[in-house]
């Protein structure tokens, strides 16, 4: 069974820090491509950064030089560390794996799995 968990959410005073966790089970996260996606209140999930099987990395406009995406083979793992985080940043952040490439804004073409998401809030 293939299950995503996210972890490492939480409340942050605007200018601060996170990392997020997206820990697999039941694949190998390097045969996939993983993305992080996010979904405020009221607007349409919106595609955050990719990290394709071969290493190339996305970004979303709005998290371009802030956010950082990253895998760690040994953990299984994809995290997604995030500075000068701003109000705008405030959502729940799902990751998801797709065994395909990842495409230049939207991320993932219909991820295979989704994890269950985490919370961030930016507030001071």
């Known amino acids: 069974q293939v299950q995503l968990v996210e972890s490492g959410g939480g409340l942050v005073q605007p200018g601060g820090s996170l990392r997020l966790s997206c820990r697999a089970s039941g694949l190998t996260s390097n045969d996939y491509a993983i993305a992080w996606f996010r979904r405020a209140p009221g607007k349409e999930r919106e595609g955050v950064s990719c990290?394709?099987?071969?290493?190339?990395?996305y970004y979303g406009d709005s998290v371009k030089g802030r956010f950082t995406i990253s895998r760690d083979n040994a953990e299984n793992a994809v995290y997604l560390q995030m500075s000068s985080l701003k109000a705008e940043d405030t959502a729940v952040y799902y990751c998801?794996?797709?065994?395909?490439?990842?495409?230049?804004?939207?991320?993932?073409?219909?991820?295979?799995?989704w994890g269950q998401g985490t919370q961030v809030t930016v507030s001071s």
């Open positions: 990290l394709s099987d071969r290493g190339a990395t």
């Open positions: 998801a794996a797709e065994r395909a490439p990842c495409l230049s804004g939207r991320m993932l073409r219909d991820p295979d799995y």
